[in-house]
């Protein structure tokens, strides 16, 4: 059942490239508080950036070496022309890395259009007002370079409940492993995230939704594991990290990650008059990333997942010099200090290396868990 979604994904680029063939035009973004309905309801394809892993020799003449190998191995894909066939791209200002990243694409391997929104990281009446209007003029500014009509309220509330459908349809993917026997793992589940972040939604959707009718015929029963993990921090779209943890024993049983919960948890809401409004909220709003503040909307988002699914250890996975993710560590620690919840901290690069050490700690970690 999940081989569709595998394929899928690998075959992304010929998709998107399909789409572009027929005249569609191809808005790359790289961060989840790029509101892709606005994007979709001008006719656009949003498509995902992520990187391939492996060598970075392009990338690594222009950026200094304490950049984060994510934005190193997506560089890299913009200089070896994989991101040729993108009208644009937009992202915003997360983090110094993925700004530097703009700034080189926008300097080397300028797209018709780019754009960088400016997102506050503190919530508030003030900093709303602001990243609504944000959204307002790139609203124009879309308008104006590509020509369009004037992107109608209606188009984009058509666009949000397309979108709402999606993150609906991904909520009952993860809930289904509230089970004590969840009949899909940690793997498969990323799997059909991020399969989603590159595929029009009018596809997409019917996908998990076929998916959620043949497994709710399936018999009860599941892998052989014995610890439920929540796996947070830095960007994390590589099946195979997950993979060797699950291989050890345990099962991540969710997440807080921007390819995974953070992406889909939080709707739109469809009863706001104004649907800029709405999606200036949403995207503001909605499960926070280490960089939004105050933190306390991110420790209830993951209070609430390590309720709802059982939680019995927290692995914290963080990109070798993610300035953002290394700062959240002592935050987190002491915001989940009395739920008594064993945490494990791992540094990594973008793709799986130092496996041997990597399985180590991990195997030293499940001890802990076996010990509590």
């Known amino acids: 059942m999940i081989e569709a979604f595998q394929e899928s994904f690998l075959a992304r680029f010929a998709k998107a490239k399909n789409h572009k063939a027929s005249g569609q035009k191809i808005i790359g973004w790289m961060c989840i508080y790029t509101p892709e309905e606005l994007l979709h309801a001008a006719g656009f394809y949003p498509f995902r950036i992520l990187g391939n892993p492996g060598e970075t020799l392009q990338a690594d003449a222009y950026f200094p070496p304490n950049m984060c190998s994510f934005t190193r191995n997506c560089l890299e894909g913009v200089f070896d022309g994989t991101y040729d066939f993108l009208d644009g791209f937009i992202t915003s200002n997360n983090c110094d890395h993925i700004r530097r990243f703009y700034d080189i694409y926008y300097e ?113 029963g599941g892998g052989d594991h014995d610890y439920r993990l929540l796996l947070t921090g830095s960007e994390m779209d590589d099946v195979d990290y997950i993979k060797l943890i699950e291989s050890l024993g345990g099962l991540v049983v969710t997440d807080d990650l921007c390819n995974g919960s953070r992406y889909f948890w939080d709707l739109v809401d469809e009863e706001e008059k104004d649907p800029i409004v709405a999606l200036g909220k949403r995207y503001l709003k909605h499960a926070p990333c280490a960089r939004i503040q105050p933190i306390d909307n991110r420790i209830n988002h993951l209070r609430e997942m390590i309720k709802t699914f059982s939680v019995d250890g927290i692995i914290m996975q963080y990109l070798k010099f993610c300035d953002l993710y290394g700062a959240d560590l002592p935050l ?30 991990v195997q030293a970690f499940f001890e802990v868990l076996e010990a509590a």
């Not at 397309?162 to 899909?184: A, C, D, G, H, W």
């Not at 987190?332 to 180590?360: N, S, W």
Request: charged content about 30%; some cysteine; aromatic content about 6%.
């Open 332 to 361: 987190l620690k002491r915001a989940i200090k009395d739920l008594d919840i064993p945490l494990l901290c791992l540094d990594r690069e973008y793709g799986v290396g130092g496996v041997g050490q990597m399985k180590t700690r």
């Open 108 to 220: 080397y391997r300028d797209r018709p259009f780019m754009q960088i929104l400016n997102v506050p990281n503190i919530i508030s009446p003030e900093s709303e007002a602001f990243f609504i209007q944000q959204l307002r003029d790139l609203k124009k500014s879309l308008e104006k370079k590509f020509n369009l009509p004037e992107i109608s309220d209606r188009s984009i509330k058509e666009s949000i409940r397309l979108f709402n459908r999606m993150r609906e349809l991904l909520k009952k993917v993860y809930l289904l492993r509230t089970s004590q026997q969840p009949p899909i793992t940690g793997v498969e589940a990323l799997e059909i995230v991020r399969a989603g972040m590159v595929l029009p939604k009018e596809e997409y959707n019917p996908m998990v939704e076929d998916f959620l009718q043949k497994i709710s015929e399936k018999a009860p």
